[in-house]
């Protein structure tokens, strides 16, 4: 089974900057989309970023001009760079992602996700 392992959460101060990573633990074909979610307490879990393929992004309104979503196709690994960091920004954030297991299987997977805190 494919794993997709976060790395880089913890606590910062607001204004702040943090960057979370997230790599497929397993060999696999290749990574289509990739993205990462936030989940606060009595919320869903929402978009914050994603990334194609082709390297296109799209990012929630809350984070546009402060975060930045990033990959490396060759470490199977996506990134996201938070700056400028807003208490409002603490939560679980979860990376998720589709991957071809084999040249003719897309299956999504994610990951166990990684607490983020901002403190004021």
């Known amino acids: 089974q494919v794993q997709l392992v976060e790395s880089g959460g913890g606590l910062a101060q607001a204004g702040g900057s943090l960057r979370l990573s997230c790599a497929a633990s397993?060999?696999?074909?290749?990574?289509?989309?990739m993205g990462w979610y936030r989940q606060a307490p009595g919320k869903q879990r929402d978009l914050v970023a994603g990334i194609t393929s082709s390297g296109r992004t799209n990012y929630a309104d809350s984070v546009k001009g402060r975060f930045t979503i990033s990959r490396d196709n060759a470490k199977n690994t996506v990134y996201l760079q938070m700056n400028s960091l807003k208490v409002e920004d603490t939560g679980v954030y979860y990376c998720?992602?589709?991957?071809?297991?084999?040249?003719?299987?897309?299956?999504?997977?994610w990951g166990q996700g990684t607490q983020v805190t901002v403190s004021s």
């Open positions: 397993r060999n696999i074909f290749a990574i289509n989309t």
């Open positions: 998720n992602a589709d991957v071809w297991t084999t040249p003719a299987k897309l299956s999504n997977y």
